[in-house]
């Protein structure tokens, strides 16, 4: 478990949130946001091979752009959360 996780699982399982949340969660805030912040190795490796800077690919990453409206959407409204079954 890296430390992001370790930060966060506390309260995820204070409020009866899978852990599975909690990885898409992290997944969603990491891997799909790091190609549009230029200094991440995703964009260090896409600005040579593309040949232009992040200012003018940034607008075509509709994926990462898109997913800064779901992903806050789905975490406040619940859809898609996976709640822990209480064991009676």
């Not at 190609?35 to 075509?60: K, Q």
């Amino acid at each position: 478990m890296n430390n992001k996780q370790a930060s966060f699982k506390s309260k995820f399982d204070e409020l009866g949130i899978s852990r599975k949340v909690l990885s898409r969660s992290l997944e969603d805030t990491g891997t799909m946001l790091e190609s549009i912040v230029p200094w991440t190795p995703t964009a260090l490796f896409i600005v040579p091979t593309l040949g232009v800077p992040v200012a003018d690919y940034w607008h075509w990453q509709f994926l990462s752009l898109i997913n800064l409206i779901i992903a806050p959407a789905l975490a406040i409204t619940g859809i898609g959360c996976f709640y822990k079954q209480k064991k009676s």
